[in-house]
């Protein structure tokens, strides 16, 4: 095995790595938008789309921009950008549109996903090669992006907590992290039969189970059953989460859009309510820290309690800034000692959780974005050199196993979909340049 330390990639290395990758991006390009890989997931994918945009900004610009624009067009009237955006039909996947019953134009699911568009954009505008493109396009996605954040946190926060809540555990992103389980296993079955499609891509043992699909679907029906009606839903979801990653994700991303207004001077009223909403959630997050593990957790709203375990979302808590001076230190030390517990890092799930899975989704696997923005996080509170240790470990997976979807924290090894978009993107951005 490469040890860690002494990683060095020589050019040719990097080369091929990178047409690799290149090559991965346009092979799931389907005109417009990419999908995250052919078969498994055969659609446009919310946070999927935003961070694959930043691996085309490195050899394509127009198309970076064409992704994001691509993805806003399926944005409701509501301000809400899907989580998928159903753009052709597919018989690979389950549960498409129809299950989901949203009768747009461009058809979709009625969640979101982690809102991560704003922050991959700045970045896209940061790097730019062509300024007066990215200038352009900044310039004619802001009012849009305006109304996505505003829609989470009008739709999502209407009694003003400063905590967003998440209806499905889809909409995190982080579809069956043990963090969901106990407000999970209260939402009713289902009562009728269907086909799962991701089991015949992938190994059941890499995917979720029956009883948390089961689960899933509810949840499917129980938005299209109210109509989609924001105010019903609050109100009667019986699943209902302050999800520390999507709270940190929105959080960081919302501060880099007011960035983006104010230096390209398209600030306005609305800009000056996200303003204090940022404010908000900087009061309310620390009644998400638990003193006594030093950890920032989920909260299941409906009865009240954190999900006491240790999940790589609470470690975005520092990449949003959400954190005191003390609380990044402790969570440096945590992610220190939480590297060391596993070959590679940094597990979904901390291995000494006994909820932790090293192979099955969210419930141990490395994924390759994660592992970005937490660095990201570190080394803008001076945690040099845990994010270094973190980009390093990084890019051995890649080396030894290429551009999958997640990687076992054990061996390495590659698991869930293959050639894989955004994993391939993050290496552009991230480990190759
Ligand atoms: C799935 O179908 O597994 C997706 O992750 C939902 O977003």
Known sequence: ???????????????????????????????????????????????????????????????????????????????????????????????????????RTIKSTSISQPP??????????????????????????????????????????????????????????????????????????????????????????????????????????????????????????????????????????????????????????RCDYLAQRVELTEKAISTLWCESSQFFYCRNVLTNTLSMVKTSAGLLSIYAGLTTTEQAASLNNTTKEWIEASQFSIASTHPSESCYEPQRYWRGPIWLHINWMIAVGLAESGYNDTADKIQQDTTELILKSGYYEYFNPETGTGCGGKDFSWTAAIALHWLLD
């Open 116 to 269: 991560v568009v704003a922050t991959a954009i700045k970045k896209m505008l940061e790097t730019a090669t062509d300024k007066a493109l990215a200038t352009e396009k900044v310039k004619h996605l802001f009012a849009k992006l305006v109304d996505y954040h505003l829609w989470w946190y009008n739709d999502r926060d209407p009694e003003n907590t400063g905590l967003v809540v998440t209806y499905h555990p889809w909409e995190s992103g982080m579809d069956n992290s043990p963090a969901w389980d106990e407000a999970l296993n209260v939402v009713p079955c289902v009562d009728w039969q269907y086909t799962r499609r991701d089991t015949s891509h992938v190994d059941s043992s890499q995917r979720p189970h029956k009883s948390e699909y089961d689960r899933f679907l509810f949840l499917v029906d129980f938005f299209k059953r109210s109509n989609f009606d924001s105010k019903y839903i609050f109100d009667n979801c019986p699943y209902k989460m302050n999800d520390i990653g999507i709270i940190s994700i929105l959080h960081c991303a919302t501060k880099d859009l007011l960035i983006m207004g104010e230096n390209l001077g398209l600030s306005d009223d």
């Open 1 to 103: 095995m490469v040890n860690s330390t002494t990683l060095k990639m020589d050019d040719t290395t990097v080369l091929s790595l990178k047409e690799l990758a290149k090559q991965t991006l346009k092979n799931n390009d389907l005109g417009g938008y990419t999908v995250p890989t052919h078969g498994l997931y055969p659609f446009q994918w919310n946070w999927d789309s935003a961070i694959t945009a930043l691996g085309w900004m490195k050899f394509d610009e127009q198309r970076a921009w064409q992704e994001i624009d691509v993805l806003f067009s399926g944005q409701w009237d509501n301000g809400m950008v899907p989580h998928i955006l159903f753009h052709k039909d597919s018989e690979t996947y389950f549960p498409g549109p129809d299950v989901w019953g949203s009768n």
